[in-house]
């Protein structure tokens, strides 16, 4: 028997691997995402804004409202894209449940994937307060016990020592005799 490590799947924010998905259709790549956690996991893309459905370009969109239930808005067209991001999120989600994820690594400071950075306004032209965007805060409710960061700051190490614990931990509570 071999002592290597599986690779484990870690779910990135599409952008950070040079997807072209930005809503000014720059490529902006993460060295750390695409060198770094690359060459130690098999990363899984996500987009919520292109999964709803947004082209590229589009414009661009802001959370508005409550913490607990923001609405994803175009800010010149005011189009609601929240059922619609929201719809593709939980989709996503059961895939990424499905394929084993460990972890994700988001973008900062998106709409979508900003993990307590996104901006949020109570109204047009009101001064931001800071939250999860729409994937950060289902990630949250959904995978309490994986590691959710963003590409700012990253540890790769770090993070991936939080990936497999989480992971080694899932997988006794698979092998339990009490789990259903």
Known sequence: MSGALPVLR??????????????????????????????LAELVPLCPEVGAGMPVPREAVDLF?????????????????????????VAALDRCEAL?????????????????????YAAPGAEA??????????IRKRFPHLPLVEDEGLDVEAFMAQARSAHEEHLRRRKSPDHR
């Open 10 to 39: 870690i779910a990135v924010s599409a952008c950070l691997i040079g997807e072209p998905v930005r809503y000014d259709g720059q490529e902006k790549s993460c060295a750390i995402v695409t060198g770094g956690l690359a060459a």
């Open 100 to 120: 084993g994820v460990a972890g994700f690594v988001l973008k900062a400071r998106s709409p979508s994937c900003g993990v307590g950075t996104a901006a949020l």
């Open 129 to 138: 307060t800071r939250t999860d965007g729409l994937l950060a805060g289902a």
């Open 65 to 89: 409202g409550d913490a607990d239930a923001p609405r994803m808005v175009g800010v010149v067209t005011g189009e609601d894209w929240t059922a619609r991001a929201n719809a593709w999120i």
